[in-house]
């Protein structure tokens, strides 16, 4: 007869090797997947895995939320334009890139039938409204942004506003694209932001003096941009350094799909929005994964779709597929693929 003892034993023997193969079985298998994913790129040299960030919202994402009727006025020589949800919880001031304008956040309407409502910047500004913020857009004065007189100009028209529309017990929050970007990154050393995003802008932190009541500052930023990288893993320890709190979100490439520029787009329906993507495959512009192979502004496919002849395009939506094809590259270009995260750093530091 044997020992239960003995008995017991044996069985936990056998239990423990059982339990040991499946481990070392599971981790062969858990090493060769992050192997392919890692080291398996396609012919083009894009890790599929790693590279996909394929925007979920839709340029109607927001329709049962909220809708733009924004106000347009002239003053100190430049236009702004801006929307007040009910019960605003805060105020957004958002700063153009160069070659923009206070239109560009704003769709076509009888409040403003110059606004252009680019699909980046227009739903910043939903997401904003969405989210309970006052929205403020003004122009710079020149092709981009200044950083002496217009800094005041700009803190001028702002504070004027936001007295006029009773808001000054809101917290203020700022973001700023590439040349908004630094202009904000200035800014902030004159107005009292309860927080700052900078998107594909490393800032002004060389010229300015950062004290430890600097707001507290999200880098949006895309990798490919090596220079520009570097600067903000730089300035990022220089701001932490000052006590200053400091966040990064990284923007990566994605790629297109025939429903992309239909889903992103208002005015661009999916037939079209399919033959553009046709398109783009057979003149090479977009790998065999729907990837960019170059910067949207390198390519000539508008010069290429002028010889195609067969495929007509409205002029208005050319500025607006531009920009979907650059942030599909994910080099230089305003985004709103991270608006929530940014939305969330802005919340945060308002309480």
Not at 118 to 140: D, K, M, N, W, Y
Not at 210 to 217: A, L
Not at 256 to 264: G, M
Request: with cysteine.
């Amino acid at each position: 007869m044997l020992k239960r003892g003995y008995k017991s034993k044996q069985w936990s023997g056998a239990l423990k090797c059982r339990v040991s193969v499946f481990l070392m079985f599971f981790t062969l298998m858990l090493v060769l997947v992050v192997f392919l994913l890692v080291f398996h790129s396609d012919s083009d040299g894009v890790n599929p895995g790693l590279a996909d960030e394929r925007p979920e919202q839709k340029w109607n994402s927001f329709d049962t939320l909220v809708h733009l009727h924004p106000t347009k006025e002239f003053r100190n020589g430049t236009d702004l334009i801006w929307q007040v949800p009910e019960s605003p919880k805060g105020v957004l001031f958002l700063a153009h890139g160069c070659n923009g304008r206070a239109i560009n956040f704003w769709d076509k309407s009888p409040e403003c039938p110059d606004c252009i409502g680019l699909p980046e910047e227009r739903l910043l500004v939903l997401r904003g409204l969405a989210q309970g913020f006052a929205v403020i857009t003004i122009s710079s004065a020149q092709r981009c942004w200044t950083f002496g007189k217009e800094v005041l100009v700009i803190k001028d028209i702002i504070e004027w506003w936001i007295g006029k529309r009773k808001l000054e017990k809101l917290p203020l929050v700022a973001l700023g694209a590439s040349s908004g970007g630094y202009f904000v990154s200035v800014l902030a050393t004159t107005m009292n932001f309860s927080s700052i995003a900078l998107m594909i802008a490393e800032g002004m932190f060389e010229q300015i003096d950062v004290k430890g009541d600097y707001p507290p500052t999200l880098f949006v930023h895309m990798p490919k941009d090596l220079y520009r990288q570097q600067k903000i893993d730089e300035y990022v320890e220089v701001l932490k350094d000052r006590g200053i709190d400091v966040g990064v979100v990284e923007c990566e490439e994605f790629p297109l799909s025939p429903n992309t520029l239909a889903d992103r787009i208002p005015g661009l329906d999916l037939s079209l929005s399919r033959k553009l993507f046709e398109f783009f495959q057979e003149k090479g512009f977009i790998d065999k994964n729907g990837f960019m192979k170059k910067d949207g502004r390198k390519i000539k496919w508008i010069e290429a779709l002028e010889e195609k002849k067969t495929l007509l395009l409205n002029n208005n939506l050319v500025s607006h597929i531009q920009e979907e094809l650059n942030l599909a590259f994910a080099y230089h270009e305003m985004t709103s693929l991270h608006s929530e995260q940014i939305f969330k750093w802005f919340e945060f530091h308002m309480s």
